[in-house]
């Protein structure tokens, strides 16, 4: 057999595995900025690219949380690349991070210090190794969100639609400005229908009973307070502990005021204990639950 022809025979394999593996150590080298969002499915996040002298070589795009945008560095564009997040209303810029090992990686934007700061919106990347994946992370900023829960008595025609008494009905009547105390726009509540706030219902501690839940909220702290008057003797609870002061014949004596702050995002119940002593139970209040933003 003709040696050349062997020869060929047996390295122009290795010839095309050696082209292969030099094609793939001289491919063109990639910048990957990703996109992550806390919590999940942030999305409209803008970057805008620069290159040095060349202007903006890539040009701008838009992420959403998971993405990535791969692009190409070409010959000439491995200095000087420069990608910076237009951070969106609502959204807070944590971190940025970089899987660089050898090439000169700088976060920048709040100041010049080349890691990362609050503030920081821009990596610069002088590449020199095949691949770099910068990834970009957000937060959405901490609000306070308004909630204002009126709790006092009285927000119905007939039957209050917020308030029970010994876990009936609790009805809506028209205060006797002779002899109780008046807190408008709270009206006065009791087990019975009348015109009046008596009723003759047998003695004993008529439970009057309000169930809330807040609405949860990143920022700000939540407050209940409120005044209230009963016929006869009471005392508000939350959640089974006293709260305020109890006072005797309330109804000669000016509203008795109650508070709890800060209160837990949790579901409550309010309730003030009416001793009635013969004939007659009613209250009334007026309270709220807020929300106080810093």
């Known amino acids: 057999m003709n040696r050349s022809r062997v020869f060929s025979v047996i390295f122009s394999p290795l010839v095309a595995l050696l082209g292969a593996c030099t094609s793939a150590i001289t491919s063109t080298p990639t910048i990957t900025i990703c996109k992550q969002t806390q919590p999940g499915g942030g999305a409209g996040f803008q970057f805008t690219t620069t290159n040095g002298g060349l202007g903006s070589p890539f040009g701008p795009f838009t992420l959403n949380d998971t993405q990535c945008h791969t692009m190409l560095v070409n010959a000439g564009q491995d200095h000087y690349n420069a990608f910076t997040e237009n951070v969106p209303a609502g959204w807070l810029l944590t ?8 090439s000169l990686v700088t976060i920048v934007g709040a100041n010049g210090n080349p890691g990362f700061q609050p503030g920081d919106n821009t990596v610069t990347i002088d590449l020199n190794e095949p691949h770099v994946t910068c990834t970009f992370v ?5 609000h306070c969100c308004g909630f204002n829960l009126d709790l006092s008595t009285g927000q119905g025609t007939v039957i209050d639609p917020l308030w029970t008494v010994n876990g009936g009905n609790a009805y809506v009547t028209p205060p006797s400005t002779a002899w109780t ?9 009791q087990p019975v229908a009348s015109p009046t706030p008596s009723g003759n219902v047998p003695p004993g501690v008529y439970k ?3 169930s809330f839940t807040p609405t949860p909220c990143a920022m700000g702290h939540l407050e ?3 005044t209230f008057a009963a016929d006869n003797d009471a005392g508000a609870m939350l959640d089974g502990v006293h709260i305020g002061t109890a006072c005797t014949n ?4 000016a509203a008795v005021p109650f508070a709890v702050n800060p209160l837990t995002l949790t579901s409550h119940v309010l309730e003030i204990n009416v001793n009635n002593l013969g004939g007659f139970s009613g209250l009334i209040v007026n309270a709220h639950v807020k929300r106080i933003c810093p």
């Open 224 to 226: 209940l307070s409120g």
């Open 181 to 189: 105390v008046n807190m408008p726009p709270a009206q006065w509540i």
């Open 95 to 102: 971190n940025i991070s970089c899987n660089a090992t050898t």
């Open 208 to 210: 009057y009973v309000v």
């Open 250 to 253: 309330c109804f000669n004596t």
């Open 138 to 142: 957000n937060a959405q900023t901490p």
